[in-house]
């Protein structure tokens, strides 16, 4: 009488007998697969299925045949994958269209402003710099941006201590402001440059707001692009200071950088109004401080909306980079909701990064930490994931130092933007690709 069993009651049958090898055994019989429970009907998955089951009784049988002694299997791979069938092919499938559509609450679009007055705007600037005027967040393709992102790399009225990898790019020319404008114009590609009169500070050198304007005379005259004017962050000197500097480019619409709650910004801003500059409009990481000082600035001290720029503070990767990426976020989806307190484009401190002890340090401080890598490296990615994520987030304007960071940045930023078309990408071979 025949009898049913299973290939485990076979396997099982011999795996507690000690049994070396086997000869002269024959096993006969036939095999049964029960698909009682697949249904009925031709499915690409039921093909696929029995695929799968024919190479587990392979395996079941190479098992069996190693127990007899007989060496199936040896040096060979596991079983190849089922062929992959072709998906069955429908009539009268549904057509469908995809469509982006704007997006109903934003209605209001960012203000547009521009740096830099040329001859035609009794300047002297050879091209001028626009930023803002989005309609959607960054890159989106339904409301295209009408200005790429902007890049300003900063240059100081006196040398100052750098992290090596920055130093290494400036060394020769950090005692000369204009000289370092230019090679930072002329080499490597900035589109404004930022000028820190940090000497300024009672705490450093304590520079005479007339002697520091002449650094500014200095860079303009070296370079035919935009400038923005920072001070030394002292709240009793700047407002003189950036006030002088004002003076002295008068005409030129610079952007000076910057007005603030815990200073004089009333100063600042009667500067801008009467010698043609731009203010930018800073506060610390804090959405209802912005509305404060733009609201002061539009409504006390009469600044037209077209020339303030905010800078709400870059906070760097590792450092708070989040509460930035969306402290800027908040910003912009509140003005495109229609909070005309805060439809302004936005500026970076990108160089921030550099204030991140990962970007610099020659390693970690901590003994059981991790090797942290060459800093040559670390500290331009540093600068530019912060600079990278700040992009996402809605920022128009970036203070950057680091040429290898602000190429990198540019090139990401303007394919994204579709003034550089995207490198092809060869998918064909994706699984073995080196990245």
């Not at 069938?85 to 960012?110: E, G, Q, S």
């Not at 020319?173 to 370092?180: F, I, L, Y």
């Not at 500026?347 to 901590?366: D, F, I, Q």
């Not at 809605?394 to 550089?420: E, R, W």
Request: proline share 5%.
């Amino acid at each position: 009488m025949a009898k049913k069993m299973k290939l485990t009651d076979i396997t099982d049958m011999f795996a507690g007998m000690d049994v070396e090898a086997l000869e002269g055994v024959t096993i006969e019989g036939d095999i049964e697969l029960d698909l009682s429970s697949l249904g009925g009907g031709f499915d690409p998955m039921l093909a696929a299925a029995l695929g799968q089951e024919s190479a587990v009784l392979a395996q079941h049988f190479a098992r069996i045949a190693g127990m007899f002694g007989y060496p199936v299997g040896i040096g060979a791979g596991a079983p190849a994958p089922a062929a992959a069938l072709a998906a069955p092919k429908f009539k009268d499938l549904i057509p469908a269209k995809f469509d982006v559509a704007n997006m109903a609450d934003w209605a209001t679009p960012i203000q547009e402003v521009r740096i830099g007055n040329t001859s035609a705007d009794g300047g002297s600037r050879g091209k001028a710099v626009h930023v803002g005027g989005e309609k959607a967040l960054p890159f989106y393709f339904d409301a295209e941006m009408p200005n790429r992102n902007q890049v300003t790399i900063d240059v100081f009225d006196m040398r100052i201590g750098l992290a090596k990898a920055v130093k290494q790019n400036y060394d020769e020319v950090m005692d000369s402001p204009g000289e370092w404008a230019k090679k930072n114009v002329e080499q490597f590609n900035a589109d404004m440059i930022t000028i820190h009169l940090i000497s300024t500070d009672p705490l450093i050198k304590d520079t005479p707001a007339k002697e520091a304007a002449k650094v500014v005379e200095e860079v303009l005259q070296a370079v035919d692009v935009p400038i923005a004017i920072g001070g030394s962050g002292n709240p009793q000197k700047d407002p003189e200071v950036l006030a002088k500097a004002a003076e002295v480019a008068e005409g030129e619409r610079c952007l000076l950088a910057s007005a603030s709650l815990n200073l004089d910004y009333a100063a600042i801003a009667e500067a801008a109004l009467k010698y043609d500059h731009d203010v930018l409009s800073w506060t610390q990481l804090d959405m209802n401080s912005q509305k404060e000082l733009n609201r002061k600035l539009m409504k006390q001290c009469n600044v037209p909306r077209e020339r303030i720029i905010m800078d709400p503070t870059t906070a760097a990767l590792g450092y708070g980079l989040d509460y930035a990426y969306t402290n800027m976020e908040r910003i912009r989806l509140a003005a495109l909701m229609g909070d005309d307190e805060l439809t302004f484009p936005m500026s970076s401190g990108t160089t921030n990064a550099w204030g991140a002890r990962e970007s610099w340090m020659v390693s970690s401080p901590l003994k059981e930490d991790s090797d942290w890598g060459p800093r040559e490296y670390r500290g331009p990615i540093w600068e530019i994931i912060t600079g990278l994520s700040l992009a996402l987030a809605g920022n128009d304007l970036f203070m950057m130092m680091h040429p290898t960071s602000v190429a990198f940045l540019k090139k990401a930023t303007q394919t994204l933007f579709g003034s550089i078309d995207a490198e092809p990408v060869d998918i064909s071979n994706w699984i073995a690709a080196e990245v």
